[in-house]
Every structure is written in C-alpha cells, then in structure tokens.
C-alpha cells in the first residue's frame, strides 16, 4: 500500500472513532414549533442528512449518531416537505430516503446495519 493511501486509510479511521461522539453535529432551528424527532437503533454510526423544501437554505446533515441516541431536529418556517436521506457512512449514497410533511410534530427510527440501514416513520 502507498505511504498516501495508508495516510487517507489512517484519517477515515481516525474520523470513524472520532464521529460518533457527536463532535460534528449540529442542530437545526426550531423557529416553526414543529419538529422531527429521530431514535437511533440501527448497529451503525449513523449519518442522517435533512432537506426542507421550500426553506433549502437550512438543509443539513447530523453525521455518525451512535447507536442509543435520541435527538430532534427543528423544521424552518417555510417548508412544505423534509426529506431525510440515512447514510451508513458519510461519504456514501444514501441507503434509505423517507418525505415526512411538516404540519405536525413527526418520529422517525433508524434501525438494521450497514447492510440494510432503514428509516421508519414511527407514532411519537
């Protein structure tokens, strides 16, 4: 292996136990009083990206939430649509997609593994 590929090998591996802790994440505003609220179950440090129709300007991802974790994300004044792309890891496609609409306060799980990495739209 080049000197090169093992130092780009080194820093993804450095970035895989770093992430989970959260140490990248950030939070969207909750300026509309609606909110989805996300439960991290899959066996995967999961990367989950947001896309508010109508308000784009505050699209954003969470990267490599622990198994365990539970957090909310706040939905911008405007949108008429979030869609949540679930990532296994951050520099992939998305493995599952899922539109919730806004009007109400909405849960979503994330569950399975690398594998087969799911989002499900769950009662709150």
Not at 51 to 75: H, L, Q
Request: proline share 6%; hydrophobic share 40%; aromatic share 8%.
């Amino acid at each position: 292996m080049k000197r090169r590929n093992r130092a780009v090998l080194g820093l993804i591996t450095a970035a895989g136990a770093i992430l989970p802790l959260g140490v990248f994440a950030t939070s969207a505003s909750a300026a509309s009083g609606t909110n989805v609220q996300i439960r991290q179950h899959a066996a995967i440090a999961a990367t989950t990206c947001y896309t508010f129709v109508g308000a784009e300007d505050k699209n954003y991802c969470n990267y490599s939430r622990p198994m365990g974790d539970v957090y909310t994300v706040g939905i911008p004044p405007n949108t008429t649509q979030v869609l949540i792309d679930l990532k296994t890891f951050p520099w992939e496609s998305p493995a599952d997609s899922i539109a919730v609409n806004p009007d109400k306060n909405r849960c979503v799980e994330v569950s399975g593994t690398a594998f087969n990495a799911k989002l499900l739209e769950t009662g709150c």
